[in-house]
DNA sequence: AAGTGGTCTAGACCACTAG
DNA sequence: TAGTGGTCTAGACCACTTT
């Protein structure tokens, strides 16, 4: 191999174009290993660390991922998932029923953080039910949903088994709760250790994340959650309408998740 | 310096979480620079390749970038910005008139590729014109919009001076198409050399991507367009609002930009 | 010219996986 | 046990920025 290294890019580039090249989506089946670094090393006469450098690119790009004392594989295109806000996780899994489920984390009160208590307009001291809980579709994490509530407004919360059930639809018709509206902010963010275990990726790896701060017909502030997915399989799905002389859209979440 | 090093916690994630510690948001003020990779490998006793995992990694996360010949720097905190779709960049414009803007980069008739053609409903070898604008906040490139449409629908399109102006209220009020609705995805995407250069990052940087495919009134494909924000500055934001029984969510895009 | 980050080499040891 | 990826060291040269 070897070839022409002409002009000015970086070597490790130059390296991961021709693997993606050769071994990228439809060249080489999803799940299908590649050659180890140390063939890579070989067969284009290079140091392992520009090698590393190419695929960790590639992991980072979503198109590949590696596994310690395995190899590194290819992996399949990304999932297209509605955006969750009011509407839950629960309302995707009555769709997709037979492969998405939920798993609770942990369900408990806990003393409110000072952030946390910014957001809900609680104050220090106070005690908030802490809700994680991972989704996933077909065995596999897909979301992480971290959610905390006041304790003061469903203090049966903890001891509800919500290994089943939409948290909205509990919040609605046990609590007495009216959820009017949510601001919501998406944004990329990176896997702490915690995170990472529990969607079964390395630490750093990217995610989109979507914060919502939920509050009541009142204003008051019933649920700032987190929903972590992973950011090299996932595509957020929403479907907007304009509206006659309105200055925004409306936008329908939830809609079809048919492929592109 | 050197600390226990005990346990099993890689010694560049370590360096990473000292690096936030003593010089993440709040220590150190937006622009400040750190110390050079060389005071920083001599103040751990490590080498400089762990230094640069760790530094990679922060820069990875946002928290800071680096330049060549000049050092890393730490980063302002994310901007906000309310989801694009239907409402054009433009509109935001409008509301923060003083310091956005828009540079059209290309506006020409080009020849589809097929998977353009596909989500146009076009066959091969028919027009589209295309338009790559870059958003400017502050005078620093924000916002990369690439569109393209169908140039039987909008033959004018390449000879107007689209530096002002939006693309919407062109299209409904001299090309007489009636906009309707359309299908969008969000996902997680990694900037090319090209879309660096425009928006002022480096290869390989992680990118907010907005896909969109607008429609027609009479379900005609009009515009797809992909709307790329640096992932380590932006925050997208919308409101979603509950509405009686429908199972789904009513979503005003374009709220508030108001901080968090 | 001096200092900075960007790239690359060579070699080592470790942790994990699989036969 | 052999092979894999994960981590780390030491040293080198280059491209770029600043003085």
Redesign the pocket.
């Known amino acids: 191999m070897a070839a022409q290294r002409g002009s000015k890019v ?3 580039r130059w390296i991961k174009e021709q693997l993606e090249r050769k071994f990228g989506a439809g060249s080489l089946a999803p799940g299908q290993r ?1 050659p ?4 890579i090393m070989n067969s284009f006469g ?5 090698v ?2 190419a695929l960790a690119e590639l992991a980072k790009e979503g198109v590949i991922h ?7 594989f290819v992996n399949p295109p990304k999932e297209i998932h509605p955006i969750t806000s009011l509407t839950s996780y629960h309302t995707l899994m009555e769709e997709r029923s037979l492969d998405a489920s939920i798993r609770v984390l942990r369900n408990r009160p806990v003393t409110v953080t000072k952030a946390l208590a910014t957001r809900l307009g609680l104050v220090d001291g106070e005690q908030v039910v802490e809700l994680i809980r991972v989704g996933r579709i077909s065995g596999k994490p897909a979301v992480l949903m971290v959610s905390h509530l006041p304790y003061s407004l469903c203090k049966g919360l903890p001891a509800r088994d919500m290994n089943t059930g939409s948290l909205y639809e509990y919040l609605e018709d046990e609590c007495g709760l009216s959820l009017a509206y949510a601001e919501n902010y998406i944004e990329v963010a990176f896997a702490t250790r915690e995170q990472a275990r529990y969607l079964g990726v ?1 630490p750093g790896s990217t995610l989109l994340l979507i914060e919502g701060l939920v509050y009541d017909q009142s204003g008051q502030p019933v649920e700032f959650s987190r929903v972590f997915y992973r950011g090299d399989r996932f595509k957020l799905f929403f479907e907007s309408t304009k509206e006659d002389g309105v200055p925004g859209t409306k936008v329908r979440i939830g809609g079809r998740t048919s492929p592109l």
């Open positions: 970086a070597l490790h590649l180890s670094e140390s063939e290079v140091s392992r660390h520009v590393r450098l590696t596994e310690r004392g395995r190899g590194s390395s």
